[in-house]
């Protein structure tokens, strides 16, 4: 079988097939295909999946090259790899943000079906690894929301849970505190828009990023709702968040139940409501796995070690 290819230019082939066509030629090497370039044509030649998984691969390949101006063999290997647990297309499910040339696709299969969660149901319940895009993908969805003027407003909560050091010895005023316990939900949205976009949103309360204690007593409508870090929430605290709900709004909790970071003996609020509510119409729940992380390719080697380790302690 043959698939054709159309390239972004021929000025940007040497970047996209790499140093004496390395790239091409691992390529080659891992969906056992033939490829031919024609101009800014590529013809891969082989097996009907092996050539549809390698077609597949160029065009992520391409997609790295536009938004980050370069790619590297680490990108090319981690493409190769992700390759089979990709989703079969994911065309119907890129989302579009502000940032000028920004497309998210899901990268796994994982992703995927927790993009077409969020989209049917206006609760999604979303657990997994470090890694695995649930607060970023749950903010992109948000932000193109926003963008296709589908909600007037975007509140990204995180409960403010210390880690061995006491809010009140922090410096700075109580924003001061609670920023780095928001930091991460900034860095998602600073990808998505440029800094003055995301200045003049947040001045003018299109998005706010709070942390949870904040939400009491507030009814949001026509907004996106993102409580992140989830797991440690308390049951009291998850169902304030959860009844903030408003007309034409959606919800989305995102956490790693392998991380939490309560007291002692007390229980989740998340957990709890995941088995509470899993037979509610309109209440959807996505699970990530390990295949799902998307950093760096040691990350899903970490995550498996120690849960391999915590595995061992409980046979003990």
Do not use: W
Request: some cysteine; hydrophobic content about 40%.
């Amino acid at each position: 079988m043959d698939i054709t290819v159309q390239l972004d230019s021929e000025q940007r082939q040497v970047e996209l097939f790499g140093p004496t066509d390395s790239y091409l030629r691992m390529l080659r090497k891992a969906f056992d295909i033939q490829v031919t370039v024609r101009g800014v044509n590529l013809i891969i030649s082989g097996d009907k999946d092996n050539a549809e998984a390698a077609a597949e691969a160029v065009d992520r390949m391409q997609k790295h090259l536009i938004r980050h101006g370069q790619i590297k063999e680490s990108d090319v290997k981690a493409i190769i790899n992700r390759s089979d647990n990709a989703p079969p297309s994911s065309n119907g499910t890129a989302i579009r943000v502000f940032s000028g040339k920004k497309l998210i696709e899901p990268a796994t299969r994982g992703q995927l079906a927790y993009i077409e969660t969020m989209i049917k149901n206006d609760i999604t319940f979303c657990v997994g690894p470090a890694g695995t895009g649930k607060t970023y993908l749950a903010v992109a969805v948000a932000v193109s929301m926003l963008k296709r003027r589908e909600i007037r407003k975007i509140v990204l909560a995180r409960p403010a849970v210390e880690a061995g050091e006491k809010l009140g010895f922090l410096p700075g005023d109580i924003q001061a505190k609670v920023n780095p316990y928001l930091r991460p939900l900034f860095d998602a949205l600073e990808d998505m828009m440029d800094f003055a976009q995301m200045k003049k949103f947040t001045e003018l309360d299109i998005i706010e990023v709070i942390p949870l204690a904040f939400m009491r007593g507030r009814t949001l409508n026509e907004a996106v709702i993102i409580c992140d870090e989830a797991q440690n929430t308390s049951p009291m605290q998850m169902l304030m968040m959860l009844t903030r709900l408003g007309h034409g709004s959606k919800m989305m909790i995102t956490g790693d139940v392998t991380q939490i970071d309560l007291h002692s003996g007390q229980k989740s609020g998340m957990i709890e409501a995941m088995q509470t509510l899993k037979k509610i119409p309109g209440i959807g729940t996505a699970e990530l796995m390990r295949e799902d992380i998307v950093r760096h390719k040691l990350v899903q080697n970490i995550v498996q070690a120690y849960r391999e380790k915590g595995e061992e302690a409980g046979n003990l």
